[in-house]
């Protein structure tokens, strides 16, 4: 059973960041790709960002270039994303899921419970 828990949420001000975390474990750490979504309130979710199984593939929406840096820790087994330059527009619940490869069109089979960002103004 795939298992992913995000963490790492919180509210933070316009311009600040904040790091992200999703955990999981072998076999589906070592075997898919990884992903960040997000869903703001009364819109649909969207892509984020995704990583390679080795980590050395990514992928980014346009939104985020530049600010958001995704990557995996192997110690620790978990796909992180790193935010930086936030804005109030970042507010969502932030989602991880597993793909089938590391690019927006994937499909995406599992998903974690998510977790809140709220960014002020």
């Known amino acids: 059973q795939v298992q992913l828990v995000e963490s790492g949420g919180g509210l933070v001000q316009a311009g600040g960041s904040l790091r992200l975390s999703c955990a999981t474990s072998?076999?589906?750490?070592?075997?898919?790709?990884m992903g960040w979504f997000r869903q703001a309130p009364g819109k649909e979710r969207e892509f984020v960002a995704a990583?390679?199984?080795?980590?050395?593939?990514?992928d980014y929406e346009n939104f985020v270039k530049g600010r958001f840096t995704i990557s995996t820790d192997n110690a620790k087994k978990t796909v992180d994303l790193q935010m930086n330059s936030l804005a109030p527009q970042d507010t969502a619940v932030y989602y991880c899921?597993?793909?089938?490869?590391?690019?927006?069109?994937?499909?995406?089979?599992?998903w974690g419970q998510g977790t809140q960002l709220a960014v002020s103004s």
């Open positions: 899921a597993t793909g089938d490869r590391f690019q927006a069109t994937g499909v995406w089979v599992y």
């Open positions: 072998e076999p589906t750490f070592s075997t898919y790709p």
């Open positions: 990583v390679s199984w080795s980590g050395t593939g990514t």
